[in-house]
């Protein structure tokens, strides 16, 4: 009779324990994917701030360079792809997209000295430049959170609570566009 109060005991404390670290494991996988998703809204706000900057820099690069209908065209296209993407991979895609199609009207600054010289690009050149460094530091933080949730739900027993609870490792990281890796080009 001792022998099994004992042997009841010990299973007692054995789920205890077992219950006790799926809690606190599922509890803390439950908010590193808050902070992943936190992130990526953070990427999403800069995101859209720099698209709503983007007309305004057309029209007053359209002022100086009329003739240059493709890069204009180009960049609407990709504007509207980034403003219509429904998920994070699809608003990564669009967003290469715009980052080669900004990088040519930039370079379009290079062909027109008057415009180099205009007041209003120029503010709206700082503005994007400040909004891409608001978007390298959003995607940076991101990708630390998503590598720490990861990393969570890869380790042991984590990984093994992660399936139970239905929580997946997510490889959507963001990382610089096939675009962003060639310089424009200028032609004068």
């Given at each position: ?153 890869g380790q042991f027993p984590n990984s093994i609570w992660a399936n139970f609870a239905g929580f997946h490792t997510n490889n959507a990281y963001f990382q610089a566009s096939e675009a962003s890796r060639t310089a424009p080009a200028v032609k004068f």
């Amino acid at each position: 009779m001792k022998a099994l109060l004992v042997g009841v005991v010990v299973l007692v404390v054995v789920l205890l324990l077992v219950g006790g670290s799926y809690v606190s494991s599922k509890n803390q996988m439950v908010a590193k994917d808050a902070d992943v998703k936190a992130s990526w809204s953070d990427i999403d706000t800069t995101l859209q701030r720099r698209a709503d900057l983007i007309p305004n820099l057309v029209e007053t690069v359209k002022g100086y360079a009329k003739h240059e209908e493709t890069v204009f065209a180009d960049i609407a296209n990709a504007r509207a792809g980034l403003l219509n993407a429904k998920t994070p991979e699809g608003k990564m895609q669009a967003n290469g997209q715009l980052d080669g199609a900004l990088g040519r009207l930039l370079a379009l600054s290079e062909a027109y000295p008057d415009l180099k010289a205009n007041q209003n690009f120029l503010s709206l050149q700082d503005q994007l430049e400040g909004t891409e460094n608001r978007i390298q530091v959003a995607r940076r933080r991101y990708n630390e959170k998503l590598r720490d949730y990861n990393t969570f739900i890869g380790q042991f027993p984590n990984s093994i609570w992660a399936n139970f609870a239905g929580f997946h490792t997510n490889n959507a990281y963001f990382q610089a566009s096939e675009a962003s890796r060639t310089a424009p080009a200028v032609k004068f």
